[in-house]
C-alpha cells in the first residue's frame, strides 16, 4: 500500500517557477506509475503529468507541455513536478496519485492520492 503526501505549492507571480515534491511511503514504490493531478475551484479534476515507474515514459497534458517536467527518485520515494513560466491559469490544487505499473490520464485508474498542495499564480 502507498501513502503520498504533496508539499512544495505557494503564491508565485505569473512567469514564476514552483517545484512540487510527493513523497511516498511503501517498500514497492519503484513499481508504480505515478501523475499529476490539479483541481481548480469548481472545475473537474485535469491530468496534468505522469512518469512510468522507471522514469523512462512520462505523459503531459498538452496545458503544461513544454513548461512542466515530472521526474521520480526512486531511493527517496518521492516524484516533482518542476513548474516553470507558470500561468494564473495554472492556479489549482495539485494532487499527486499513484498505481501500478501502468500509465493513466484518467484520475479514476489511480489507487492513492495525496492531500493536495495549493498553487495560486498571481497576474
Known amino acids: 500500500q502507498v501513502q503520498l503526501v504533496e508539499s512544495g505549492g505557494g503564491l508565485v507571480q505569473a512567469g514564476g517557477s514552483l517545484r512540487l515534491s510527493c513523497a511516498a511511503s511503501?517498500?514497492?514504490?519503484?513499481?508504480?506509475?505515478m501523475a499529476w493531478f490539479r483541481q481548480a475551484p469548481g472545475k473537474e479534476r485535469e491530468f496534468t503529468a505522469a512518469i512510468s515507474p522507471s522514469g523512462g515514459l512520462t505523459l503531459y497534458a498538452d496545458s503544461v507541455k513544454g513548461r512542466f517536467t515530472i521526474s521520480r527518485d526512486n531511493a527517496k520515494n518521492t516524484v516533482y513536478l518542476q513548474m516553470n513560466s507558470l500561468k494564473p491559469e495554472d492556479t489549482a490544487v495539485y494532487y499527486c496519485?499513484?498505481?501500478?505499473?501502468?500509465?493513466?490520464?484518467?484520475?479514476?485508474?489511480?489507487?492513492?492520492w495525496g492531500q493536495g498542495t495549493q498553487v495560486t499564480v498571481s497576474s
Open positions: 496519485a499513484a498505481r501500478s505499473i501502468y500509465l493513466s490520464r484518467r484520475s479514476y485508474e489511480y489507487n492513492y
Open positions: 511503501g517498500r514497492t514504490f519503484s513499481t508504480y506509475a
